[in-house]
């Protein structure tokens, strides 16, 4: 069974830092590009960012570029997120997706995904 698993979301100050991990089971993630997305209490799921496969294409939505890094080890199956200088704009469920297609913008995108780990901004 196809499985990506998040963790690493909590409560934190505007200004803090905060790594989020994204782990597969069930399948080899290094042939798979990576997306976060993440969802904002009432909005729909945006997304934030993706990594390609072995990694060489990186991209950021406009309000996190500075701010966020996306990396991966292909060695733990994990796709890391790092979230610094936080604001309470970055609140909201993140979610991971994988593809063999490589890197989207769209959540049709990404056939499997993660339940999600919640973000709070807040002081």
């Known amino acids: 069974q196809l499985q990506l698993v998040e963790s690493g979301g909590s409560v934190v100050e505007p200004g803090e830092s905060l790594r989020l991990s994204c782990t597969a089971s069930?399948?080899?993630?290094?042939?798979?590009?990576v997306a976060w997305f993440r969802r904002a209490p009432g909005r729909g799921r945006e997304w934030v960012s993706c990594?390609?496969?072995?990694?060489?294409?990186?991209d950021y939505t406009e309000s996190v570029k500075g701010r966020f890094t996306i990396s991966r080890d292909d060695a733990k199956d994990t796709v890391y997120l790092d979230l610094n200088d936080l604001v309470p704009e970055d609140t909201g469920v993140y979610y991971c997706?994988?593809?063999?297609?490589?890197?989207?913008?769209?959540?049709?995108?990404?056939?499997?995904w993660g339940q999600g780990t919640q973000v709070t901004v807040s002081s």
């Open positions: 069930g399948f080899t993630l290094s042939y798979y590009a």
């Open positions: 990594i390609g496969s072995p990694g060489g294409f990186i």
């Open positions: 997706a994988s593809a063999l297609l490589g890197c989207g913008e769209d959540e049709t995108d990404f056939p499997t």
